[in-house]
């Protein structure tokens, strides 16, 4: 059909382009979905938990995982980051928040209050935690929740003793040696206000725990290889 009114013509090939070019991009959100490892972003069954669980650390009770995360890491895991979640929310809640993709935030693990863990990015995948993607990429990074809010962001004895358990399994399965804490980005133990200014995280009383928290780790691994 030949169209004589100009414009109508005009407005059909402006529809044909804009239909091409949403084609392409749903065609592109396909592919991107597609490329997805399975199990992102949904509830999962005991038997899909535990089948991830398998890949990553048996200290695990909980697993919502995230799009929110370069997949695969593009590093030898080498380096383990503390953050603490500035909140006491629940392992669930965390997940919910993660979820989110205009938040652009995860973390590999996180700890909460009474010390349970929970996976929301695989260890072979690079979680978006610490504002740097060169710390991310060698880190293993884990949230512990906080049981004051505010002052001096105290976290729970139980999740302190469980991220000392967390770093040891880490350790051992990535043949990570020794943890290193120098108090700078050149140890293998960091914490996420080391690449951002504007951050306290992991909050004063993490902070003041780093090194005993790498000497824990560190007796630890030693008594292990021992035994
Ligand atoms: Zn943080």
């Known amino acids: 059909m030949f169209l004589k009114n100009k414009s109508l013509r005009f407005f059909s090939i402006f529809f044909l382009i804009f239909c091409i070019l949403t084609a392409i991009t749903f065609y592109g959100v396909y592919l991107k979905k597609q490329s997805l490892p399975p199990y992102i972003g949904k509830d999962l069954t005991t038997k899909e938990m535990n089948e991830v669980i ?76 610490s504002a740097n993607a060169d710390n991310d990429h060698q880190a293993i990074t884990i949230e512990v929740a906080n049981e004051t809010i505010g002052g001096d962001w105290k976290i729970s004895n139980q999740s302190y003793q469980k991220l000392i358990d967390l770093c040891v399994d880490i350790c051992q399965r990535h043949s990570i040696e020794k943890l290193v804490y120098t108090g700078d980005k050149n140890g293998n133990l960091t914490m996420h206000k080391m690449f951002d200014a504007d951050t306290i995280c992991p909050g004063p009383y993490l902070e003041s725990k780093m090194a005993d928290i790498a000497k824990s780790v560190n007796e630890k691994l030693e008594n292990e290889t021992k035994g």
């Open 54 to 129: 398998k890949r990553n650390s048996p200290l695990t009770s909980y697993v919502h995982l995230t799009e929110n995360a370069d997949f695969p890491r593009q590093s030898k895991i080498k380096k383990i980051t503390i953050h603490h979640m500035g909140a006491n929310l629940t392992l669930e809640k965390l997940g919910e928040s993660f979820s989110k993709r205009d938040r652009q935030a995860s973390s590999n693990y996180a700890i909460d209050d009474h010390g349970n863990v929970a996976l929301y990015v695989e260890e072979e995948n690079r979680a978006w935690t």
